[in-house]
T-cell receptor, first 113, second 108 residues
Framework: DAGVTQSPTHLIKTRGQQVTLRCSPI?????VSWYQQVLGQGPQFIFQ???????GRGNFPDRFSARQFPNYSSELNVNALLLGDSALYLC????????????FGSGTQLSVL | GIQVEQSPPDLILQEGANSTLRCNFS?????LQWFHQNPWGQLINLFY???GTKQNGRLSATTVATERYSLLYISSSQTTDSGVYFC??????????FGTGTRLKVLA
């Protein structure tokens, strides 16, 4: 079975632009979480989706939004990009909610110039 | 919120050496995972260990939930063990909280 897949791998944007990142979870997993990892730090939680509903949101501005589709894949959208949004964006899938085991994709490296 | 601290922050070893990485957390947790982040950024699951001891080859982990810490042991280290090791805890909310990480470099 395929693992968690994310696209694109790398992305370069300029300030003010909008970006959409995509994630496909492991087959059978119904929950997708998004994390932001700034260089030199641990991943920070952004969103969790389960059964197409938002189940948790971290301390990020409203410029960040996400959704989950009927096939459990997910998109993360960031509007009005700032230089500080430059980071590795990681998607994790798990079977369900709660403290289930997380499996991470290889991430999308976003650079905002 | 819960605080997760890891030590040491940086570690340099000669190939073949053993090491112990520590993860302390400030409140009770119901789950804990250890990850290895390779130089390409991929987070690889090592252990899912809310309590007790587990072993997988040269790696083992112990979580003592009542004392709020977990240990990751690496024996006979190899250069491929280099990278950053994170622990992440789940305390009953919707998210995992990651620690500060231990950056390990194994020299040939």
């Amino acid at each position: 079975d395929a693992g968690v897949t994310q696209s694109p791998t790398h992305l370069i944007k300029t300030r003010g632009q909008q970006v959409t990142l995509r994630c496909s979870p492991i087959s059978g997993h119904k929950s997708v979480s998004w994390y932001q990892q700034v260089l030199g730090q641990g991943p920070q939680f952004i969103f969790q989706y389960y059964e197409k509903e938002e189940r948790g949101r971290g301390n990020f501005p409203d410029r960040f939004s996400a959704r989950q589709f009927p096939n459990y894949s997910s998109e993360l959208n960031v509007n009005a990009l700032l230089l500080g949004d430059s980071a590795l964006y990681l998607c994790a899938s798990s079977l369900a909610l709660g403290g289930e085991k997380l499996f991470f994709g290889s991430g999308t490296q976003l650079s905002v110039l | 919120g819960i605080q997760v601290e890891q030590s040491p922050p940086d570690l340099i070893l000669q190939e073949g050496a053993n090491s112990t990485l520590r993860c302390n957390f400030s409140d009770s947790v119901n789950n804990l995972q250890w990850f290895h982040q390779n130089p390409w950024g991929q987070l690889i699951n090592l252990f899912y260990i809310p309590s007790g001891t587990k072993q997988n080859g040269r790696l083992s982990a112990t979580t003592v939930a009542t004392e709020r810490y977990s240990l990751l042991y690496i024996s006979s280290s190899q250069t491929t063990d280099s990278g950053v090791y994170f622990c992440a805890v789940h305390s009953g909310t919707y998210k995992y909280i990651f620690g500060t990480g231990t950056r390990l470099k194994v020299l040939a």
